[in-house]
């Protein structure tokens, strides 16, 4: 039998869009290594969207080979998400369970209602940068980026603004735990902790917010989520809420700031706000790979043969610079040609829970940031910005930018 070669998925590769393109041409379906865990990559856009929707593709993890689970390193992004027990790891009648006391929360037009808020919040993130000195670089994910989602996300789930900064220090430490393993369940028993407590204070005074609806729900009708699945279901909203759309408005900024051409395109009107959201989404995906989907039996997609209990890695951002999809011109940014479609929310049963937020946050925050700084400009070359170096994200570490003529 001929030994499979595998590629190495190097989170910390400075020129992804690089890497997927050699994944793109290897195949539809090609062997990976991912943080020591071997998959299969799907890279191209139809084969994602086969496997987003494939009926003999599960999440649930005991479908999974028990040898590759055994290479599992414990607090690595993957060992996080697969064993999560939320939504994002059950199928069929268990996924509806899970998912459907959310929905309601996230449709769109529950969704405009929050415009006030998002508009109150971004417009107190950009009067924090007009009181810094116009000509000096600023660091717009720390400084606008970061802060907006965060704040956004709190308010919808109903963290308390007095808890807000410890409980996104631990879910960054959990996000970004295998930098620190020794440090990995301490942090995470303290953020169980905090939800505890942040849960009960919700329980005694109920407001209009996500913990408020599902702890009603609980009540209601015996348990519907247990306490663990609550548990479960806020961090995955915390942490899939906020770094996803930290990227996303990271990635529209710098792509708009070094490609001048396209931000007078926005300017004069000539194309709208949500085209460069789309674009982005397109073009540079704030998820790069997630993990994954296993097969129940031996299956052939696009002529490759999976065996029962291989892995499927999801590659997000390759989707989106697919030429057999969006053409030769797939590699350029441009708002003339927004997509009509795109993966980057995922395709499906699983499709984002959070689309209608991310869309409206992003497009809030830059119509507020090119309106008020008409100046702003890169403070460096894009070749001088390192990415963030997590398997799942797609962005870069910092956005420094001047704002001032
Ligand atoms: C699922 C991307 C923002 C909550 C997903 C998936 C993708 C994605 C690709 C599907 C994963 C898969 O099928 O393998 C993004 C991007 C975002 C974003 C690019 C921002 C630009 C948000 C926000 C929230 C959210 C703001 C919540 C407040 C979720 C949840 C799921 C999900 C709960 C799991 C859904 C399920 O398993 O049924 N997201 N997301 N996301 N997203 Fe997002």
Same mark, same amino acid.
């Given at each position: 039998?001929?030994?499979?070669?595998?590629?190495?998925?190097?989170?910390?590769?400075?020129? $992804?869009?690089?890497?997927?393109?050699?994944?793109?041409?290897? @195949?539809?379906?090609?062997?990976?290594? !991912?943080?020591?865990?071997?998959?299969?990559?799907?890279?191209?856009?139809?084969?994602?969207?086969?496997?987003?929707?494939?009926?003999?593709?599960?999440?649930?993890?005991?479908?999974? /080979?028990?040898?590759?689970?055994?290479?599992?390193? =414990?607090?690595?992004?993957?060992?996080?998400?697969?064993?999560?027990?939320?939504?994002?790891?059950?199928? &069929?009648?268990?996924?509806?369970?899970?998912?459907?006391?959310?929905?309601?929360?996230?449709?769109?037009?529950?969704?405009?209602?929050?415009?006030?808020?998002?508009?109150?919040?971004?417009?107190?993130?950009?009067?924090?940068?007009?009181?810094?000195? !116009?000509?000096?670089?600023? /660091?717009?994910?720390?400084?606008?980026?970061?802060?907006?989602?965060?704040?956004?996300?709190?308010?919808?789930?109903?963290?308390?603004?007095?808890?807000?900064?410890?409980?996104?220090? +631990?879910?960054?430490?959990?996000?970004?735990? *295998?930098?620190?393993?020794? /440090?990995? =369940?301490?942090?995470?028993?303290?953020?169980?902790?905090?939800?505890?407590?942040?849960?009960?204070?919700?329980?005694?005074?109920?407001?209009?917010?996500?913990?408020?609806?599902?702890?009603?729900?609980?009540?209601?009708?015996?348990?519907?989520? *247990?306490?663990?699945?609550?548990?479960?279901?806020?961090?995955?909203?915390?942490?899939? &809420?906020?770094?996803?759309?930290?990227?996303?408005?990271?990635?529209?900024?710098?792509?708009?700031?070094?490609?001048?051409?396209?931000?007078?395109?926005?300017?004069?009107?000539?194309?709208?706000?949500?085209?460069?959201?789309?674009?982005?989404?397109?073009?540079?995906? $704030?998820?790069?790979?997630?993990?994954?989907?296993?097969?129940?039996?031996?299956?052939?997609?696009?002529?490759?043969?999976?065996?029962? @209990?291989? !892995?499927?890695?999801?590659?997000?951002?390759? *989707?989106?610079?697919?030429?057999?999809?969006?053409?030769?011109?797939?590699?350029?940014?441009?708002?003339?040609? =927004?997509?009509?479609?795109?993966?980057?929310?995922?395709?499906?049963?699983?499709?984002?829970?959070?689309?209608?937020?991310?869309?409206?946050? !992003?497009?809030?925050?830059?119509?507020? +940031?090119?309106?008020?700084? $008409?100046?702003?400009?890169?403070?460096? =070359?894009?070749?001088?910005?390192?990415?963030?170096?997590?398997?799942?994200?797609?962005?870069?570490?910092?956005?420094?930018?001047?704002? @001032?003529?």
């Amino acid at each position: 039998m001929t030994e499979l070669v595998r590629f190495i998925i190097d989170p910390a590769a400075q020129d $992804p869009h690089a890497d997927d393109d050699r994944l793109r041409a290897a @195949g539809p379906l090609v062997p990976v290594t !991912a943080e020591g865990v071997d998959a299969w990559a799907a890279t191209r856009y139809a084969t994602l969207m086969t496997v987003l929707t494939h009926p003999d593709l599960t999440r649930e993890i005991q479908y999974w /080979d028990p040898l590759e689970r055994s290479k599992l390193p =414990p607090g690595t992004a993957i060992d996080r998400i697969v064993t999560d027990i939320s939504m994002l790891n059950a199928d &069929g009648e268990e996924h509806r369970r899970l998912r459907a006391p959310l929905t309601a929360a996230f449709t769109p037009r529950r969704v405009q209602r929050l415009r006030p808020t998002i508009e109150a919040l971004t417009g107190a993130l950009i009067d924090d940068l007009a009181t810094l000195p !116009a000509h000096e670089p600023v /660091d717009l994910r720390a400084r606008f980026a970061y802060p907006l989602p965060r704040d956004v996300i709190s308010e919808m789930i109903g963290i308390p603004p007095a808890h807000r900064e410890r409980m996104h220090e +631990l879910t960054d430490a959990v996000a970004h735990v *295998s930098a620190d393993l020794a /440090d990995g =369940p301490r942090v995470r028993e303290e953020l169980r902790a905090l939800l505890r407590r942040i849960i009960e204070e919700r329980r005694r005074s109920p407001g209009e917010d996500i913990i408020t609806d599902l702890i009603r729900l609980r009540e209601q009708d015996g348990g519907r989520l *247990s306490e663990d699945e609550l548990f479960a279901t806020i961090d995955l909203l915390f942490i899939a &809420g906020h770094v996803t759309t930290v990227n996303l408005i990271t990635n529209a900024v710098g792509a708009l700031l070094h490609e001048p051409g396209q931000l007078t395109l926005l300017r004069s009107g000539r194309c709208p706000f949500s085209a460069a959201v789309e674009e982005t989404l397109r073009w540079d995906s $704030p998820v790069a790979y997630f993990p994954f989907r296993y097969a129940k039996r031996d299956v052939e997609i696009d002529g490759v043969h999976l065996r029962a @209990g291989e !892995a499927v890695l999801a590659c997000f951002a390759s *989707s989106g610079r697919d030429p057999e999809r969006f053409g030769a011109d797939a590699d350029r940014f441009d708002l003339t040609d =927004p997509p009509a479609s795109h993966l980057a929310f995922g395709h499906g049963p699983h499709f984002c829970l959070g689309a209608p937020l991310a869309r409206l946050e !992003a497009e809030i925050a830059l119509r507020a +940031l090119f309106t008020a700084f $008409p100046a702003i400009r890169a403070a460096g =070359p894009r070749e001088e910005l390192r990415q963030i170096d997590t398997l799942l994200g797609n962005s870069t570490r910092t956005m420094p930018v001047v704002l @001032g003529p």
